[in-house]
């Protein structure tokens, strides 16, 4: 049973969405209880949501210049790209 327990302790996952600007890249952590289960079955979370809690606005990204979002699952450690949004659209 210790094992077991120290077994899960190790593993440690954590979610950020990081947005890749011109000049610099940011990185906004996700609270996990953000994180849902799409209709395709997917893990996803609202962006929108992600900016409000980290005190941000979808103006920030055009300040930012932002070429690129990610949102991204750390688990222990290792980086796994979930979503790729591609910010080549002009508005």
Known sequence: MVEEDSLLMDVQEEYVYIVEGRE???TLPV???DVILNADGELDCPFDTVL???SRTFEDLNNWNAKEIRFVRIKNKVEEILRRIEMNVNL
Do not use: A
Request: glycine share 0%; net charge positive.
């Open 24 to 26: 610099k890249t940011i």
């Open 31 to 33: 609270d996990v209880t």
């Open 52 to 54: 409000r809690k980290n």
